[in-house]
């Protein structure tokens, strides 16, 4: 699961406490998922990904999570280092276009980015 995104450079979220602190920052909601960004000490940019079992059966959540990982290693080079990131998978992603999927997780960096510029600093 992580080959790809160490080969893009990305560190990988594990710990409950990483998640629940990645949604105190700005959010970002699209039709196939919603982003959560907050900073972090960490180099490297952080991304989980998680995805409920009220979204469908365990085939289709990994799906989605496959289809989730590879936009954020097709988007790798917009994340920000210093900042954690978690994609919260909707049963959209997996009709949508991948294309469309991509495009929108890199408008959604990018609203993430200009919501916490506006806020001041993302808080930690």
């Known amino acids: 699961m992580t080959a790809g995104l160490r080969k893009a450079g990305l560190r990988r979220l594990t710990k409950r406490a990483q998640f629940l602190n990645a949604a105190r920052g700005p959010r970002a909601g699209r039709t196939a998922f919603s982003l959560q960004s907050i900073g972090s000490d960490s180099e490297a940019p952080g991304v989980g990904l998680t995805v409920t079992k009220k979204t469908g059966n365990s085939p289709e959540r990994n799906r989605i999570k496959r289809r989730l990982r590879a936009a954020l290693v097709a988007c790798a080079p917009e994340l ?45």
Request: aromatic share 4%; hydrophobic share 40%; proline share 2%.
């Open 80 to 124: 920000q280092a210093q900042h954690d990131y978690v994609l919260v998978g909707r049963r959209e992603a997996l009709t949508l276009p991948f294309s469309k999927v991509v495009s929108d997780l890199s408008s959604a960096i990018a609203k993430v980015h200009a919501r916490a510029r506006d806020a001041g600093e993302l808080r930690r």
